[in-house]
């Protein structure tokens, strides 16, 4: 069973790329200048899912989906999860876009990545495994 931690957003379409031209009449004649472009960088959302019920000795899969709803690249984001006490990270499951990938955890169970990119109107997905000891550290 899987559940989301985040609303669901308005169905509202996004407007991310302003665009303006300034005119004026000089003499009655219209004068424009050059179209300029704003492109606006837009927070990405991030729903993250796991099992409602487990035991101890069972392996949870966290999946996390992180979106770029902007027309603008997002480099080099820091992605950090504490992971709860009673549970042990399961070395080589993290996974970036179904792609093997290395992250740090540290002492205090604090598991560190950063996501080289995630592309303009995209998404990425994270997924990585833990295993319920149900010790608390």
Same mark, same amino acid.
């Given at each position: 069973v899987q559940k989301?931690?985040?609303?669901?957003?308005?169905?509202? =379409?996004?407007?991310?790329?302003?665009? #303006?031209?300034?005119?004026?009449?000089?003499?009655? +004649?219209?004068?424009?200048? #050059?179209?300029v472009d704003t492109l606006l960088q837009l927070d990405p959302s991030i729903t993250l899912a796991a099992a409602d019920t487990i035991k101890i000795g069972d392996t949870?899969?966290?999946?996390?989906?992180?979106?770029? +709803?902007?027309?603008?690249?997002?480099?080099?984001? =820091?992605? +950090?999860?504490?992971? =709860?006490?009673?549970?042990?990270?399961?070395?080589?499951?993290?996974?970036?876009?179904?792609?093997? +990938?290395t992250p740090t955890?540290?002492?205090? #169970?604090k598991l560190e990545y950063t996501i080289a990119l995630i592309p303009k109107e995209d998404s990425t997905v994270i997924e990585f495994s833990v295993t319920v000891t149900g010790i608390n550290a």
């Open positions: 989301s931690l985040r609303g669901q957003r308005d169905k509202m =379409p996004v407007i991310n790329k302003l665009s #303006n031209v300034v005119s004026i009449i000089y003499d009655g +004649e219209t004068f424009s200048s #050059n179209s949870l899969t966290y999946t996390v989906t992180i979106v770029n +709803e902007s027309l603008i690249d997002l480099t080099n984001i =820091p992605f +950090e999860d504490q992971l =709860p006490s009673g549970c042990d990270y399961d070395v080589d499951s993290f996974k970036v876009n179904s792609v093997s +990938e955890v540290d002492g205090s #169970n």
